[in-house]
C-alpha cells in the first residue's frame, strides 16, 4: 500500500475513533459537557503518527462529533481549541520523543498541554464563542473553564496511554512498509 494512501486510512480511522469514543463514553461534569475521551485519541495520534495527523483527527473529529450531536452549536471555538491544542501537543510530543528523562518528558509534555488547552479552549473558544453569540468574553470564558479543566485532565491521563502505545504503533506502521 502506497505511503499516502496508508497515511489517509490511519486519519480515517483516527477520526472514526475520536468520535466513537467521544460519543460512547460521556462521563458529564457540569451542565451540558461531557469529558471528551475522544483526546486520548488525538493524543496518541499525535505523538504517535504526527502532529498534523494528530491535529486532523482532533479537528476533523469534533466537527462530525458537533454536526452528529448539536448541529452547528459550539462548533466554531472547538474546531479552532483542537487545532491550537494538536499542534502544540503534537510538537511537545515530536521534540521529547527522544529524551531519556522520562519525567522531565512528561513535565514538558504536561506544560505543553496545560498551556495550548489554557490557549485553545479557555482564551480562543472563548474568543469565538464572544464573537459568534455576542455574549461578553467573562461569560463564555466562565463556561469554558469547565471544558478547560476536564480537557486537560484527560489529555494528562493520555500521556502515559501515548508512551505505552508509541513503539507498537510506529512498529505496526515502520512494518508494513
Known amino acids: 500500500m502506497k505511503s499516502s494512501t496508508k497515511q489517509i486510512a490511519l486519519i480515517g480511522i483516527g477520526i472514526a475513533l475520536f468520535v466513537v ?21 488525538m493524543a496518541v495520534y499525535c505523538c504517535s503518527i504526527g ?16 454536526l452528529l450531536i448539536s448541529g452547528l452549536r459550539g462548533m466554531p471555538g472547538w474546531v479552532v481549541g483542537n487545532i491550537v491544542i494538536g499542534i502544540c501537543s503534537g510538537l511537545a510530543f515530536k521534540y521529547t520523543r527522544l529524551m531519556k528523562n522520562k519525567y522531565l518528558k512528561y513535565f514538558l509534555c504536561s506544560v505543553a498541554i496545560v498551556s495550548s488547552t489554557f490557549i485553545g479552549i479557555f482564551l480562543m473558544k472563548s474568543i469565538v464563542e464572544m464573537y459568534l453569540y455576542s455574549q461578553p468574553f467573562l461569560l463564555r470564558a466562565s463556561n ?34
Not at 469514543?21 to 485519541?41: A, D, H, K, R
Not at 498534523?52 to 458537533?66: A, E, F, H
Not at 502505545?165 to 508494513?176: A, H, S, T
Request: charged share 15%; hydrophobic share 55%.
Open 21 to 41: 469514543f467521544t460519543l460512547c463514553l460521556q462521563v458529564p461534569i457540569f451542565e451540558n459537557y461531557y469529558v471528551c475521551l475522544g483526546y486520548i485519541v
Open 51 to 66: 502532529v498534523i495527523s494528530g491535529t486532523i483527527v482532533g479537528t476533523v473529529g469534533v466537527v462530525l462529533y458537533c
Open 144 to 177: 469554558n473553564i469547565f471544558a478547560f479543566i476536564a480537557d486537560v485532565v484527560v489529555l494528562l491521563f493520555a500521556v502515559p496511554f501515548c508512551e505505552m502505545l508509541d513503539p507498537k504503533i510506529r512498529k505496526f506502521i515502520d512494518g508494513n512498509k
